[in-house]
């Protein structure tokens, strides 16, 4: 029957060379592996190098955060996320992400949105799947990539 | 076993006479019913007179609305939400309410945040959850209805 | 830019009267307005009579009950839903659906399945929103409605 | 204010020696994360050893698969998942897990529960995150470990 066939659903495999990681300056890099836009999800992998940090944002939805080497925190809290470490971030977290050591790689699994804060804690800009996978697909292209299959929809 | 106890989970019913509106100005009111601050969840019932308008925003999360009485449109699209109308807005959808006739019912079951724009399309504040919690709870002290009952967690 | 394109989203609008309510028994009847297969999300809207029954089930997901007319109740609970009424299922709660009035009308707003439990709680069958939407199709067709347009996807 | 603290939010972290693996059979080893048994969400730590297998199953929610060492697939697919593999299940889906190299370890994120199939295709049992903590926890305290602090709610 057409409409089973329809729904019919199948796991999809992307294995760890299948898609490049982008370099978004000083050897820091991005792989953006799903979007579903309306949905507002957005799972990317990065690799991160000592001394990276990202703006201080809040989450409209809630994140998570699979470490696999390296190690980097959040300025707000003593913990160090490093190779095996799991991280809850429950929407409406406010954090400011520091890479403490080299060739640190962390998956993130994202619903929602990043409220970048400036330093008066006002909105300073939104990031969110849409935004990231074409900021994604521009430098693939740029950097010689080509246009990956990222999972999307 | 208490592990079973705590897990143990039963539906909790909200009667629509239960929880108050509160006046947010020109007869408009607003009822919260839920916020799972954690998840981005906040489900909202609005009564709307002819004439209100939202400000233009951008959802982060899906939202769905779902009318009981009344007309309300959005000027982005020709199309009037009245008693019976269901509408799925997906995340990253952007639009204007405008409501066209008094009295007009609607649940708003809503994911991550309303990201309000200026005229030329930057944001210009971010509401969530959490926020219109707030507000509801301070306008349900200010117009003499105590402290209700939403579900909240 | 194509990308941007591809994540334009709209608010999608389904009037009333656009999707036919199809008769599954006894004069009540089943209208599916979206599914998500991928997601395990399932909207649908019923009319019930008085004295019907849905069998025992346990929730795999959050579902979220929106009455607007009629009066029906969960065999486990002395409330009773009516219109106006809000109901939040969270994931693992188990009831029986019973109908108390005529003309009862209830939105679910359902994630993941029904497992449906006999008379010694052991598993009678799973319905989900796949499962929904093929048998809301076909009745579509053998009740002389032709093929509505539902929300999948 | 008293309701802004309530909604505080803050991101929480596990680090990899935090909670102890349970053997559940043969080497194969059981980390439990996280439940929020409300949104049918369960995140677990798999370490499997060559030829352990799962029963066949259907997802109600979507899942997704974090590999970090060693190989497993899927009966029914060819693709093998290694270190740094992203594996996305959308619900619905149905396959059987068997490892093939020893010390694989896999995160799971899942929404919804496992329905265990038998040979046939019909329902054999169900598994989900609240019954994943009960053995998780029965198994701690079985094999010496207390305790263990799994973020639920």
Redesign the interface.
Known sequence: ?A??A????????????ELPFVDIGDGNKLKV??VK????LW?V?NIFQAGYEVQTHRH???V?G?T?SGAWK?KE?E?V?????????????I?TLQCVEDATHV?F?M???N?NLDENGE?A??V?G?IA??GY?ALCEAQGFGRPNV???
């Open positions: 029957m409409a089973a329809e729904l019919e659903k199948q796991a999809v495999h992307v294995g760890g060379e592996l799903q836009p309306g949905e507002g799972i992998e409209t939805g809630p998570w699979y696999t959040y809290y913990y996320n490093r190779a095996g470490s799991f991280l809850y971030e429950p929407a409406g977290s954090h998956w699994h619903y929602g949105a409220i909105v800009s939104v969110d849409s996978l074409q697909l999972l999307v929809g």
